[in-house]
């Protein structure tokens, strides 16, 4: 079975640029949950959506925002990127019916913003 | 606050040479706790779930453990592929969301 897959794989933008993160879940699995992962330290909650509705949101500023689509795929978007913003984003899906509830991640989007 | 803490932040070991990881957590209504491998520059990959205090999971040189303030992740006579950032995570629903609250790591590093 194919598990979570991220597209792409890597990416280098500019500051202000936008930028859309791509991910789709495991098959089965209706909740999709997005983290920011700085180099050295733990992943870092952003979103969690479950059949489209959005579950929870992190300390993050508005210039994020993520949507999912009747698929259950999901994207997350950031506005006017900031040199902070240079992370691998990592996306998790899960069958959505916790907590508790396992999460499983895919391999992540590393983004460069220089 | 939730709070995960895991120590040591970096650990190197010899081959077949035993030892502990350890991850504390201050949480309001624990729901469960995870433990994950990261390579680098890859997506943790699971390992076990605990969801109360007494529970034990094993699979082949680790096992995990969990009491009502922390979790440890034995390591058995480790290899150099063992070799990784071991993540331990808890959900909880004191935050009034489903997310995972992870700690900083435990960079394993075991030598041949």
């Known amino acids: 079975d194919a598990g979570v897959t991220q597209s792409p794989t890597h990416l280098i933008k500019t500051r202000g640029q936008h930028v859309t993160l791509r991910c789709s879940p495991i098959?089965?699995?209706?909740?999709v949950s997005w983290y920011q992962q700085v180099l050295g330290q733990g992943p870092q909650f952003i979103f969690q959506?479950?059949?489209?509705?959005?579950?929870g949101r992190g300390n993050f500023p508005d210039r994020f925002s993520a949507r999912q689509f009747p698929n259950y795929s999901s994207e997350l978007n950031v506005n006017a990127l900031l040199l902070g913003d240079s992370a691998l984003y990592l996306c998790?899906?899960?069958?959505?019916?916790?907590?508790?509830?396992?999460?499983?991640f895919g391999p992540g989007t590393r983004l460069l913003v220089l | 606050e939730d709070q995960v803490t895991q120590s040591p932040e970096a650990l190197r070991l010899q081959e077949g040479e035993s030892s502990s990881l350890n991850c504390s957590y201050t949480v309001s209504g624990l729901r469960g706790l995870f433990w994950y491998r990261q390579d680098p520059g890859k997506g943790p990959e699971f390992l076990f779930t605990?969801?109360?205090a007494g529970e034990e999971k094993e699979k082949e040189r680790l096992k995990a453990t969990l009491t009502k303030k922390e979790s440890f992740l034995h390591i058995t006579a480790p290899k150099p592929e063992d070799s990784a950032t071991y993540l331990c995570?808890?959900?909880?629903?004191?935050?009034?969301?489903?997310?995972?609250?992870f700690g900083t790591g435990t960079r394993l590093k075991v030598l041949a």
């Open positions: 995570a808890v959900q909880a629903t004191g935050s009034g969301t489903y997310k995972y609250i």
């Open positions: 998790a899906s899960s069958l959505g019916q916790g907590p508790p509830e396992t999460q499983y």
């Open positions: 098959s089965g699995h209706k909740s």
């Open positions: 605990l969801y109360s």
């Open positions: 959506y479950y059949e489209k509705e959005e579950r």
